[in-house]
C-alpha cells in the first residue's frame, strides 16, 4: 500500500485564495491521487460558491499555486529505501558455485602473486649478474694494468757501454771468453768491419750480412744486436761459445 501523503490543510487553501483575490469559502484538501487536477477542481469549485465569475488569468495563476503546493507535498516525501541485496556475499560464498568463485578468484590472486614474485626475482638475478659480470671486468682491467706495470719495471734496461761492455752484459760468463776470443780474431769488436773478399759484415762476420736482421733492424749499427745474432748463431750451430772456439782453433773460422 503505498504511503499516504500529507493532506494540504487549509493555510494552503487561504494562500491559493488570496493570489487569485477571492475569498476562502470553505476549505479543500489534496491528496497524492488527486495531483494538480484535483486541486484545480476544488479551486474552481470553491470559486463557483462564491458566485464570483473568475477571471481565466485568475485561475490560471490558482492552478499554478496549486500545482507548486503539490510539487512541495512530494518533495517532502521520504524518499523509499533501497531493497538490501537479497543476497549477501557471506551467503554467496555458501553455495556451491560461490564457493567455486571464490576459489578461483584465491586462485588467481595467488598465481599474480607469485608471477610478480618470479619476475621480480628474475630482475633481482639479472641485476646481480651485470654487477658481477661489470665487476670482473674491472678487475680483468686492473690485472692487465698491474702486470704491464710489473713487466716494465723488470724489463732489464738496454745494454749500454763499448761493444766488449755490452757482450759482457749478454753472453753468460761462462762463455764469455770464447765469444770474445772469436769476436777479436773475426772483426777486432768492429761494428763495421767488412771483409773485402767474401762481404761477411760486423762483430760476428755474418755472411749474408742481412742474416742479423734476424735479431733486430737496427743490426747495421746497434752492437747489442750483432751480438745478441752471434752468440744465438754459434748455440745454434755449435752448442755454445766455447765449443764454437774450439772449431774456430782448429779451422781458423766458425
Avoid at 64 to 76: L, N, Q, Y
Avoid at 95 to 119: D, M, S
Amino acid at each position: 500500500m503505498p504511503a499516504s501523503t500529507p493532506r494540504v490543510r487549509k493555510s494552503t487553501a487561504a494562500a491559493m485564495a488570496a493570489v487569485a483575490g477571492l475569498a476562502l469559502v470553505g476549505t479543500f484538501a489534496i491528496d497524492s491521487s488527486g495531483a494538480a487536477d484535483a486541486a484545480t477542481t476544488t479551486a474552481t469549485a470553491a470559486s463557483t460558491r462564491t458566485a464570483t465569475a473568475v477571471p481565466a488569468s485568475t485561475l490560471a495563476r490558482i492552478q499554478r499555486v496549486s500545482a507548486d503546493a503539490v510539487g512541495s507535498t512530494a518533495a517532502a516525501k521520504p524518499a523509499a529505501a533501497k531493497p538490501a541485496n537479497a543476497v549477501t556475499l557471506a551467503q554467496l560464498a555458501d553455495t556451491p558455485a560461490g564457493a567455486a568463485r571464490a576459489a578461483a578468484v584465491k586462485q588467481a590472486a595467488e598465481v599474480k602473486a607469485a608471477a610478480a614474485r618470479k619476475a621480480a626475482a628474475l630482475k633481482q638475478a639479472a641485476e646481480a649478474k651485470q654487477a658481477a659480470a661489470a665487476k670482473h671486468a674491472a678487475e680483468v682491467k686492473q690485472a692487465a694494468a698491474a702486470k704491464k706495470a710489473a713487466a716494465r719495471q723488470s724489463a732489464p734496461s738496454a745494454p749500454s757501454g763499448s761493444p766488449q761492455q755490452i757482450a759482457a752484459q749478454i753472453v753468460p760468463g761462462g762463455q764469455l771468453a770464447s765469444f770474445d776470443e772469436i769476436i777479436s780474431h773475426e772483426s777486432g769488436w768492429n761494428v763495421e768491419a767488412v771483409n773485402p773478399s767474401s762481404g761477411s759484415y760486423g762483430l760476428g762476420q755474418a755472411l749474408p750480412a742481412d742474416k742479423m736482421a734476424s735479431a733486430g733492424s737496427d743490426w747495421r749499427t746497434n752492437p747489442a744486436t750483432q751480438i745478441t745474432w752471434a752468440l744465438d748463431y754459434m748455440d745454434s750451430r755449435y752448442g755454445s761459445p766455447n765449443q764454437a772456439w774450439s772449431f774456430w782453433q782448429a779451422n781458423s773460422w766458425y
